[in-house]
């Protein structure tokens, strides 16, 4: 790590000691008799240079909602390009990591349980050295805010005080430009994802005569979330709909074991959600997710899409949307390696081309391209290819489902209809039967 951004650093910690140890005693009277150490553990800011990264697993399916301790009731980014201050009230003092990642340039801020109350606009505007940011569920127990930046920054002090207009605290984060020479791998140098996958849990026995097994995959979630449409609907949210209204009707036939990537809004990793899928010995992987496109086109592209994998896209815009997909570790704040994901997509594909998987891929989205024709509306080229990560599935079938354009305001309506949804789940349910049936050499 460069000389100057950890001294930076450590400066920040004696800062956050002594104003956050201030800001408890006052904001909680029954902690007064703490000694400072002890407030600190609890109510301090860290500006973190060599500690370990969060990790990223994802929640028992059955996993209750998690505890708040302190809830973000407000949020504001002032300044400019010399220096820029990110301030987040919250309800009570937690103890808050903040470091930097470079490829893309981006300041993470993790805080312990902590609840968002922010509005829905909030990240949207680009201020001084922040270009935008996010916020949500990390991890078990951890919420992360995501502050891109316009270049490399240095984090100059992180404090918590008292709220100057009413309770609560504030936690404020300056932040100053630095030279990208200087800023190394920032202040989370050596830092790499913890990621559960690294050494995968062996697959479960499966016995001959089981049910298949259905991995459904609600794409994005937690501090990812996905495309923003028309109305503030969040793919993240929709998405996750349709994937439980799937698992209802599938479970519903008694015929398959589902298995869920996530239940709730969090955020799971791609490569976790290969782990899943590969520990569950899946038969069929069906990744569910809602595309937006910019306004100059909004009001007249739509429509559902089904992508397979291959290494060489169909066309543009499939490429286009896999690259995005593919970002959304990056955009979660995990430190993705440079070239990583292209060289195993390429790998694994050799490996996927000498298997009949990509053949029973095909069926299977050509089945559900039949079963959606129906009741919704496909997109105008509505079986595509591309290098999607998450489809990286050698020991089964996968497609990756968009359903349509949340940035087109007719279909953001419609998309957010129960009714709609239902039709679609229904739609996928059927595409499964048949599918399965033909595998089973059973008439349609």
Known sequence: MPGGIARRSRWGIKAGIALAVGAVA???????????????????????GQSTAAKTSPPAASAAPQPVLSEATGVDVIGDGDETLFQLTLSRGVTAEVYTLANPYRVIIDLPEVGFRLPPEAGRDARGLVSSYRYGQFDEGKARIVLDTIGPVAIARADMANARAGPGVVLTIALKPTEAAIFGEGTGGGRQPQDKTAEPEPARPRAATARPVIVIDAGHGGIDPGAVGAGNLLEKNLVLSVAKKVQEQLEKSGRYEIVMTRVGDVFVSLN?????????????????????????????????????????????????????????????????????????????????????????????????VRTLKSNVALARDPQRSAAFKVLRQTHAPSVLVELGYVSNPEESRQMQSAAWQD?????????????????????E
Not at 26 to 48: H, I, S
Not at 272 to 282: F, H, M, N, P, V
């Open 26 to 48: 006052a904001f909680q009277p029954a902690l007064a008799g703490q000694d400072g150490a002890g407030a600190f553990d609890w109510f301090g800011a860290v500006v973190a």
């Open 423 to 443: 039709k679609v789940a229904t739609s996928i349910a059927t595409a499964v039967h048949t599918y399965f049936d033909q595998r089973a050499g059973r008439p």
């Open 272 to 368: 976790e959600r290969l782990a899943i899928s590969k520990k569950a010995q899946s038969d069929l992987f069906i990744s569910i997710h809602a595309d937006s496109i910019e306004e100059t086109f909004a009001q007249s592209i739509k429509g559902a899409t089904i992508y397979t994998l291959s290494e060489r896209a169909s066309d543009a815009e499939a490429r286009a949307i896999a690259e995005k997909e593919n970002a959304s570790d990056l955009i979660a704040g995990l430190d993705v390696a440079d070239g990583e994901d292209n060289t195993d997509v390429k790998n694994i594909l050799i490996d996927l081309m000498k298997r009949e998987t990509a053949n029973f891929s095909a069926d299977f989205s050509r089945t559900l």
